[in-house]
């Protein structure tokens, strides 16, 4: 090997090594991911792909992910990791009531969605063939959902909600939003209801009527 493709091969391994000692490799080569994700689509994501994104071997990924299934696995978890964050704050900004706090969570549902459709992608669209086997997207799915349940439950403690299995009531309200959320990342809202609404507006408007099914009747 030449002087100078020496000289280039040590700086890049210690461009690796920099990463790698301030575990930065990982959260490096997730966003490299998510760009081939909005560039290219799932069929051009692999981790030599995404390794000559980052700017290291294609070697380097494996230091973390042992296929493309787990680089997946860890954008999805990443982006739950998101969603549960925006939730909580959600429910800590209407500490007073329950139906407010459902409000307020719909919306940093959909707000998170239109500022990380990519992420959306991969939570619930990406060829994830054993769940099980990540663990940590198990969990943060799980910390973003149970959140959810939990503004159900307080509710119906606190006699805003109707009685009911919590964690059915909240699959209603997160199939709703979700739905929501879709429509208008794809950009399939009718140009009547986009004339008519703000997207904030409809979307507080659509939560208010679910939310409404939600109150007991006297």
């Not at 461009?15 to 081939?36: D, F, K, P, V």
């Not at 407010?100 to 990380?116: C, K, M, T």
Request: aromatic letters at 6%; a negative charge.
């Amino acid at each position: 090997m030449a002087e100078g493709e020496q000289g280039s091969a040590g700086a890049e391994d210690a461009g690796e090594r920099r990463l790698y000692h301030h575990s930065n490799l990982r959260a490096t080569l997730i966003q490299a991911g998510l760009a081939i994700l909005t560039e290219e689509g799932v069929q051009a994501l692999t981790l030599r792909a995404a390794a000559r994104r980052a700017g290291v071997s294609h070697n380097a990924p494996y230091r973390h992910f042992a296929d493309k299934e787990a680089l997946l696995a860890a954008i999805a978890e990443e982006g739950f990791l998101e969603l549960a964050a925006r939730i909580e704050a959600a429910r800590a900004a209407a500490p007073a009531s329950p139906r407010a706090q459902l409000e307020e969570s719909g919306w940093a549902y959909v707000q998170f969605a239109l500022a990380h459709p990519d992420h959306l992608r991969v939570m619930f669209g990406s060829p994830i063939s054993d769940p099980q086997a990540h663990p940590g997207l198990l969990a943060a799915g799980a910390r973003a959902f149970n959140s959810l349940v939990e503004i159900i439950q307080a509710g119906q403690h606190a006699g805003e909600i109707i009685s009911g299995d919590a964690r059915q009531l909240a699959f209603a309200a997160w199939g709703m939003v979700h739905g929501l959320a879709l429509l208008l990342t794809n950009q399939q809202v009718p140009a009547n209801l986009r004339a008519a609404y703000g997207q904030e507006q409809l979307v507080r408007t659509c939560l208010r009527q679910q939310i409404w099914g939600f109150v007991p009747r006297s």
